[in-house]
């Protein structure tokens, strides 16, 4: 008892550079460092176990994978951030998905302790174990550290993001090239926890490749023989299509751009005896939720097909009800990264066609950025402001506008207001709704658009990064052609 109290009476006295310090001291932090540094071990992702690989350089570079029946990727390259998907697929990120990866990293290879690394740095708390709040150069998620007052080691990082709360910890410190590392770590996000084992490292004075990924994975395929257009309906703004999955036909699903997963309804799936394995975190409008894994042999949508089809589970019982047709699922990012989709949601008319051979028959490619997966465009709107909105074939509204910009640009500042709900996938969020003065988007002026404005404090729309979400009405003056896989989009005007 004596030697505790008089701990913590001596971490009180202490500044944040002297936490630092002694930080930086207990981690062997050498500013000699290898060039490059890389870990292998195990991992168990999202409650699926794979092969564990990290590679990175004390300039903030990394790679980070994990391989087996579920795959994972994310990486910095000093210019692009990148992530892959569990099928596979690797996509340049934007906003905060690549902001969390750097700060993962940042954490995992002791990045946040070199010299210049940090653009900020605060003592929360210094009695017992200090608590240090970071920011680091080009990166607005503050992460709290904590620190075990009796080793000066890192245990635990916090962070909070639009899609939850992010919890990790540490431990296991071991001396390998460049100082000690955390030989086990965990990284959890409402429920869902993934955990690092490094088993081996290895330093090096070559450097390999931080870039996207080029090889793509070869799990799909076009058949021309099938024609291009496919069945599709409309229902209160929303598209529906029939893709079959392993050779079977189990209802309509929604086509949604914005959905960065595919989904199947729990008894659809069931139906057809899908595997389940782990499950992820999904942010929506409500919130975020852990849902199980269902892995299908394959899923046909018109003449294309992709084989070893990740989906995420869903109870569609609130879309039936709310359709009134009985939801099998959403077809979602993994398909439209492998296809090129020409999408009119007014007549409606869906085709799908070979991404390497697909030709622009008019009009122009507009560039196509990605948010946690989901698609945007630079857009300009109301006040002359410019920022992103993403294009959700999944959305009926005009645009849901996302809270950070809401109270930024005090948008509801002499507003009129209106009873405004808006809801789905994880529930509801608080809104409110008015009149949007003019958005132009694909080179259309759109005036007096009915916008629902954000008020929610989680969920997709409280992201920082996105202006909003412009729903079917947004699309209807055009014949738009998406193409994730070439990051490009057209608006062929009617």
């Known amino acids: 008892m004596v030697f505790v109290a008089y701990l ?6 202490l500044t944040v550079d002297e936490v630092l310090t002694k930080v930086r001291s207990a981690v062997s932090i050498q500013d000699a460092a290898p060039k490059e540094i890389q870990v292998t071990g195990k991992a168990t992702y999202l409650g699926v176990n794979g092969d564990y690989t990290m590679r990175f350089q004390p300039n903030g570079q990394y790679v980070q994978t994990i391989r087996g029946p579920l795959q994972a990727g994310v990486g910095f390259d000093g210019q692009n951030h990148w992530q892959t ?38 003592l929360l708390a210094s009695s017992g174990d200090p608590i240090v709040l970071i920011r680091g150069w080009g990166q607005d998620i503050p992460e709290k550290v904590t620190v075990d007052s009796s080793s000066w080691l890192p245990k635990a990082a916090e962070f909070a993001t639009h899609a939850g709360v992010i919890n990790m ?14 030989f086990r770590s965990t990284v959890e996000q409402a429920g869902a926890v993934t955990t690092y084992e490094v088993e081996r490292t290895t330093a090096a004075d070559t450097i390999g490749t931080y870039s996207v990924p080029k090889e793509q994975p070869q ?19 929303h598209l529906f299509v029939h893709p079959k999955i392993n050779g079977k036909d189990i209802g309509w699903f929604i086509l949604d751009t914005c959905a960065e997963v595919m989904m199947i309804d729990i008894n659809a799936a069931d139906s057809i005896n899908l595997q389940k394995v782990g499950g992820s975190p999904i942010t929506g409008i409500g919130g975020t939720i852990v849902e199980p894994f269902r892995i299908a042999d394959e899923v046909t949508l018109g003449p294309s097909n992709e084989q070893h089809m990740v989906f ?8 039936t009800k709310a359709f009134g047709i009985p939801v099998a699922g959403i077809v979602g990012a993994d398909m439209f990264r492998r296809f090129v989709f020409e999408i009119d949601v007014e007549k409606p008319r869906v085709a799908i066609y070979d991404a390497t051979k697909y030709q622009l028959s008019s009009s122009k490619w507009e560039p196509l950025y990605f948010f946690g997966g989901n698609p945007a465009v630079q857009a300009t ?9 993403e294009l959700d074939t999944g959305s009926n509204n005009d645009i849901m506008v996302s809270s950070p910009f809401v109270w930024g640009f005090h948008l509801l500042d002499g507003r009129k207001q209106s009873e405004s709900a808006v809801g789905g996938f994880g529930g509801g969020a608080e809104s409110t709704g008015g009149v949007l003065e003019w958005l132009n988007i694909g080179g259309h002026r759109f005036e007096k658009l009915n916008a629902v404005f954000s008020l929610a404090d989680q969920g997709a729309l409280a992201n920082p990064y996105v202006f909003g979400v412009a729903g079917e009405p947004v699309m209807k003056p055009f014949n738009i052609v998406y193409d994730f896989g070439h990051y490009r989009i057209a608006f062929l005007p009617k």
């Open 8 to 13: 913590a009476l001596q971490t009180s006295q």
């Open 85 to 122: 998907d569990p099928s596979g697929f690797s996509e340049v990120e934007l906003g905060e998905d690549a902001e969390l990866a750097d700060a993962v990293a940042n954490l995992l290879t002791n990045r946040w302790l070199r010299k210049g690394a940090l653009r900020e740095a605060h």
């Open 169 to 182: 910890t540490f431990s296991n410190w071991t001396l390998s090239g460049g100082g000690k590392l955390p």
């Open 219 to 237: 799990d799909f395929r076009y058949d021309d023989s099938v024609p291009p257009v496919i069945e599709a309906q409309s229902i209160r703004g």
């Open 312 to 319: 995420s589970e869903l109870d569609a019982g609130f879309l």
């Open 381 to 389: 709107f109301e006040g002359d402001r410019t920022g992103y909105v």
